[in-house]
């Protein structure tokens, strides 16, 4: 079975451009979650989805950060613009939600972000 | 709101000796404990998981956790540890809907030759 995917691995922009990431979850995983870590820390929680529909987004800065599911699969996290602040890790998980074992989240490897 | 405190920053082992790797957990109801390992430039991968029943859980890697409620505690054991242990390791708790999930801020571990 095939784990959750990130792409890209990594991205280097400069200040005040846009960025993307996208995800796609372990499949059949109705829940859909993005983490920022920053270096040296735990991952914080941006935003959780139950299907295409954002549950919990109120750690997501509004005025630069989105994110969509649109048909409840895979996902994209966009910034506009990045600042230099925003470097760190951007993390996605997964989890099979209501329909199971909604507890226990699996991650996929991360894209590495570098804003300078 | 609960939180995760994971108390030693950074650990150093030889490789044989064991390990306990410590973690304190606030958390108005029964919590989902959980441990995760981050190696470098890797996501996070689960080492084990506790819901209820038995406090003494085993996961992979050889690794083990308590549960102790008295102590709000859920620390983290191997009785001999690999070169290959050496990584980031996070205590997370959460709810039974997968929600107000937090993590703790990580302990380091080296292990020396």
Do not use: M
Request: charged share 20%; net charge negative; aromatic share 12%.
């Amino acid at each position: 079975e095939a784990g959750v995917v990130q792409s890209p691995r990594y991205k280097i922009i400069e200040k005040k451009q846009p960025v993307a990431f996208w995800c796609n979850p372990i499949s059949g995983h109705n829940t859909l979650y993005w983490y920022l870590q920053n270096l040296g820390q735990g991952p914080e929680l941006l935003i959780r989805y139950e299907n295409e529909e954002a549950v919990d987004d109120s750690q997501l800065p509004k005025d630069r950060f989105s994110a969509e599911r649109l048909k409840g699969v895979d996902s994209t996290l966009k910034i506009q613009p990045a600042e230099l602040g925003d470097s760190a890790v951007y993390l996605c998980a997964s989890s099979l939600g209501r329909a199971g074992d909604q507890e226990t989240q699996y991650f996929g490897p991360g894209t590495r972000l570098l804003v300078l | 709101a609960q939180s995760v405190t994971q108390p030693d920053i950074h650990i150093t082992v030889s490789e044989g000796a064991s390990l306990e790797l410590r973690c304190n957990y606030s958390y108005g109801a029964t919590p989902y404990l959980f441990w995760y390992v981050q190696s470098p430039g890797q996501g996070l991968q689960l080492l084990l998981k506790y819901f209820s029943g038995d406090t003494l859980v085993q996961g992979i890697k050889g690794f083990e956790a308590e549960f102790k409620r008295s102590q709000s505690s859920f620390n983290l054991r191997k009785p001999s540890v690999h070169w290959s242990d050496a990584a980031e390791y996070f205590c997370a708790v959460g709810d039974d809907y997968g929600q107000n999930f937090v993590f703790g801020p990580g302990t380091r571990l080296s292990v020396l030759p």
